[in-house]
């Protein structure tokens, strides 16, 4: 029972490119999603993250969309840099459960220079 | 540094015996999580503690594993007559308040049973 998965295990940009990575989720109990960043051998990295009740929200080159309607939310890296080369993991998490995370698989992002 | 510490960082441990892995969250913060990646997977929730308290252990394991946040020290997982489907990276959180979203996570220590 994944209650939040991205569908695309890996994804490979050219530097400068728009980077898009997806998330879905099934629970509509969730009210906050964020975004981490992974490196091998090194703990997750918060990135950004976003309320129910926005649609967008935006930190320099990262941006997050929600649509609350579709589930369904996603990442985009404009430009992208080889240096964003790593594991990104969504997660989402409910205030009245504690706020416990709830990871999706991850999609590993190659940035080729 | 005040970022969340793990240690150790690496665990071997023959089938059987038993893991102790330490956390020290980032200072301010009385929330802890524990969470367990297996490889090739996302991190899967364990247990919530806050100081002297298990807010939600659902995600733990019935046997085998336990945890504890004393008043004092670190935060600490066990795992007892470990087998080799233990061997996994388990990372803790911190976070500051109840209501807070944000976790911050630590380095991650990597068990590994032989």
């Known amino acids: 029972d994944q209650q939040v998965k991205q569908n695309s295990p890996s994804l490979s940009v050219q530097e400068g490119r728009i980077s898009i990575l997806n998330c879905d989720y099934t629970n509509s109990m969730f009210d906050y999603f964020l975004w981490y960043k992974k490196y091998p051998a090194e703990g997750p990295t918060f990135l950004i993250s976003i309320s129910s009740i926005k649609d967008k929200n935006e930190d320099g080159r990262f941006t997050v969309f929600l649509n609350k309607s579709a589930k369904h939310l996603s990442l985009h890296i404009v430009p992208s840099q080889p240096g964003d080369s790593a594991v990104y993991f969504c997660?989402?998490?409910?205030?009245?459960?504690?706020?416990?995370?709830?990871f999706g698989g991850g999609t590993r992002l190659m940035v080729k220079p | 540094n005040a970022g969340v510490m793990q240690n150790p960082r690496h665990l071997v441990r023959r089938r059987g015996q038993e893991a102790r892995l330490r956390c020290s969250p980032m200072?301010?913060?009385?929330?802890v999580y524990w969470y367990r990646q297996l490889p090739e997977e996302g991190l899967k929730f364990m247990v919530y503690l806050q100081k002297e308290n298990i807010i939600d252990e659902s995600g733990m394991p019935k046997e085998r594993f336990s945890a504890e946040f004393p008043k004092e020290g670190p935060s600490i997982l066990r795992i007892q007559q470990v087998v080799r489907g233990d061997s996994a990276a388990y990372f803790c959180a911190s976070s500051p308040r109840r209501e807070s979203y944000e976790q911050y996570f630590g380095p991650g220590t990597r068990l590994t049973v032989t």
């Open positions: 997660a989402a998490s409910a205030l009245h459960a504690g706020n416990m995370l709830t």
């Open positions: 200072k301010g913060h009385s929330h």
